[in-house]
Nanobody, 125 residues
């Protein structure tokens, strides 16, 4: 199993950019589909993006065209580049890993193998 730690959160003005990173430790990072979720104040958890073991990605409708997910298997990291940020992007962002998921079903899977503790992003208007 992998352990996940997010970093890169902070305060940014609307229209700005921020890059989150998720560092994985443990075995067999390459075997996991990786992704990001977020949970805003008073909101349910929301799927943001997923990236396949070698290739392929998927995005939630609210971030398509603004966010980009990447992974570096050599460094066991996953990144989330966030552009054109809006106040409604304010949330705690969580990194997740799933061994048996595909990129397409990651967003609906209830069987994540690992979660990070989250990093807070605040977008001011």
């Amino acid at each position: 199993q992998v352990q996940l730690e997010e970093s890169g959160g902070g305060l940014v003005q609307a229209g700005g950019s921020l890059r989150l990173s998720c560092a994985a430790s443990g075995r067999s990072f390459n075997n996991y589909v990786m992704g990001w979720f977020r949970q805003g104040p008073g909101k349910d958890r929301e799927f943001i993006a997923a990236i396949g073991r070698v290739s392929g990605s998927s995005y939630g409708d609210s971030v398509k065209g603004r966010f980009t997910i990447t992974r570096d298997n050599g460094r066991s990291t996953v990144g989330l580049e966030m552009n054109s940020l809006k106040p409604e992007d304010t949330a705690v962002y969580y990194c997740a890993a799933c061994l048996l998921c595909t990129v397409l079903d990651f967003k609906t899977s209830s069987g994540m193998d690992s979660w990070g503790f989250g990093t807070r992003v605040t977008v001011s208007s």
